[in-house]
Structures are given as structure tokens and as C-alpha cells.
């Protein structure tokens, strides 16, 4: 049997300051999550993402992106992984993002970008961000 990866956490998007533009943002986000490919030999899927779309149902002032899946050892594929999501980030409006890695092999990693300036627009060039990681010990 091979070993399994699971992979979950959450984009928050940009806190509402507006309520029109929070109201745009927050739809061309889910657009964007809408656009994304449910065919199985992708890394990032349709399927794997969800956010609340009411005010006062899960959508206060921040719209928080949430996704997870599991994999096959994805960690052997990281990299990939990796840009795929950062391509999805390029495309969205957001201010933080956290990814959870847990895996059987070489135990839980913690990633997080958060963008440079605070907020990141899709039209914005060049994904500028900081990226910092955290790793506990494998599983026994």
C-alpha cells in the first residue's frame, strides 16, 4: 500500500473595508475556484475548495477559502503542488495563506505566504509574497 499525504488550510481573502467591493472581490474569487479543472490527474481540483458565500453564514468581513485532499505521497511531487497553488494565488484576491502537509514518511510541514504589501490583487504582475515553512518530527 503506499503511503498517503493529506493536504488541507485556507486562503483568507482581503477584509472587507467596502461592502461592494468586498462583494467583487469575493465573487471573481469564487469564479476563480469555480474555473479550476475536476479531472483527477490535476493537484489542485474543484472538488477541494470551499468558502462560505452569505454574510453572517460563515462571511463576517473576511471571505476564508478553505480546501484539503489527500494524496498518494504527494510530498514526492511538492514542487509541483507548490506551483499550482501559487498559480491559483496569482489569480485571486488575498492577504495570507496557510498550507498543512501531513505525511506518513517524513511527518507534518506548515507553509505560509503572506503577500508583501498586505493585500494581493490578480492584477498585480509578479507574485510577491513570504513564504515561510515549520516541520514537526515523522509519525511512528
Same mark, same amino acid.
Given at each position: 500500500?503506499?503511503?498517503? &499525504?493529506? $493536504?488541507?488550510?485556507?486562503?483568507?481573502?482581503?477584509?472587507?473595508?467596502?461592502?461592494?467591493?468586498?462583494?467583487?472581490?469575493?465573487?471573481?474569487? !469564487? !469564479?476563480?475556484?469555480?474555473?479550476?479543472?475536476?479531472? #483527477?490527474?490535476?493537484?489542485?481540483?474543484?472538488?477541494?475548495?470551499?468558502?462560505?458565500?452569505?454574510?453572517?453564514?460563515?462571511?463576517?468581513?473576511? #471571505?476564508?477559502?478553505?480546501?484539503?485532499? &489527500?494524496?498518494?505521497?504527494?510530498?514526492?511531487?511538492?514542487?509541483?503542488?507548490?506551483?499550482?497553488?501559487?498559480?491559483?494565488?496569482?489569480?485571486?484576491?488575498?492577504? &495570507?495563506? $496557510?498550507?498543512?502537509?501531513?505525511?506518513?514518511?517524513?511527518?507534518?510541514?506548515?507553509?505560509?505566504?503572506?503577500?508583501? &504589501?498586505?493585500?494581493?490583487?490578480?492584477?498585480?504582475?509578479?507574485? !510577491?509574497? !513570504?513564504?515561510?515553512?515549520?516541520?514537526?518530527?515523522?509519525?511512528?
Amino acid at each position: 500500500m503506499q503511503a498517503e &499525504s493529506i $493536504v488541507y488550510g485556507c486562503i483568507r481573502g482581503w477584509p472587507a473595508t467596502d461592502p461592494l467591493g468586498a462583494e467583487v472581490r469575493q465573487a471573481h474569487n !469564487r !469564479r476563480m475556484l469555480a474555473e479550476l479543472p475536476d479531472e #483527477q490527474w490535476s493537484f489542485l481540483g474543484r472538488e477541494m475548495f470551499s468558502c462560505c458565500e452569505q454574510p453572517g453564514a460563515g462571511l463576517f468581513q473576511t #471571505q476564508v477559502i478553505h480546501f484539503g485532499a &489527500s494524496y498518494p505521497g504527494i510530498e514526492y511531487e511538492w514542487k509541483l503542488w507548490v506551483a499550482q497553488f501559487e498559480e491559483l494565488l496569482r489569480r485571486l484576491y488575498w492577504s &495570507s495563506a $496557510v498550507v498543512h502537509l501531513e505525511t506518513e514518511l517524513s511527518g507534518t510541514h506548515t507553509f505560509h505566504w503572506e503577500s508583501e &504589501s498586505g493585500l494581493h490583487s490578480p492584477r498585480q504582475g509578479e507574485l !510577491r509574497m !513570504r513564504c515561510a515553512w515549520e516541520r514537526e518530527g515523522a509519525r511512528i
